[in-house]
């Protein structure tokens, strides 16, 4: 299983980037890396995925490096309602679908 | 099409008491899951459905029971309900294996006190 590792909170200002880097050293050949958004009192809900390279929706970027041991989340010019726990989680394709999360990042967007 | 529905959305039991968690998707997903979530903390697998009539335990399966009663349903039963088990459970849906890549699609949660 393709454990991950994100900072456990980030802190922003209104209109700037965040970026949110997840670490999975033992990601698998077949595993694809999805980000998860989740809202106090709710279920997480799909961002986006990725398997290489760069992916971009009209919420978010995901840059993959060549390796893929990692993963960097990107929000452009975000807004209070972007304040959130994000996670990261790498597809146990070679276990299954035992899908395990791991702590979440907490962004907290600034006035 | 109301994708994920979980009932009850709240429930309180005493201490020895049990209840079952219920979970049905219109998705037609291989998938099932359920999740815990503690107060401030992330959510931890307690057990899974790969496909009807298949389950396995996840990483905190202990005090638990499942049932895939059908490719719709994945129920999620508690015989003696602990303060420990204080949680909000999600149930989520996933294409399943084969289909190339994971993508959840989780319900409201049902929020369970034991006192």
């Not at chain 2, 005090?63 to 602990?82: C, D, I, P």
């Amino acid at each position: 299983l393709a454990k991950t590792t994100q900072p456990i909170s980030m802190d922003s200002y209104e209109g700037q980037e965040v970026n949110i880097t997840c670490s999975h050293n033992n990601i698998a050949t077949n595993d694809y890396i999805t980000w998860y958004q989740q809202f106090p009192s709710q279920g997480p809900r799909f961002i986006i995925q990725g398997y290489k390279t760069k992916v971009t929706n009209e919420v978010a970027s995901l840059f993959i490096p060549a390796d893929r041991k990692s993963s960097t989340l990107s929000l452009p010019r975000v807004s209070l309602s972007d304040t959130a726990v994000y996670y990261c989680l790498v597809g146990a394709k070679a276990a299954g679908n035992k899908l395990t999360f791991g702590g979440g990042t907490r962004v907290l967007v600034k006035p | 099409n109301a994708g994920v529905t979980q009932t009850p959305k709240f429930q309180v039991l005493k201490t020895g008491q049990s209840m079952t968690l219920q979970c049905a998707q219109d998705m037609n997903h291989n998938s099932m899951y359920w999740y815990r979530q503690d107060p401030g903390m992330g959510l931890r697998l307690i057990y899974y459905s790969a496909s009807e009539g298949t389950t396995d335990k996840g990483e905190v399966p202990n005090g638990y029971n499942v049932s895939r009663l059908n490719k719709r349903e994945f129920s999620l039963r508690l015989e003696s309900a602990a303060p420990s088990q204080t949680s909000v459970y999600f149930c989520a849906t996933d294409r399943g294996l084969g289909s190339g890549a994971n993508v959840l699609t989780f319900g409201a949660g049902s929020r369970l006190t034991v006192l």
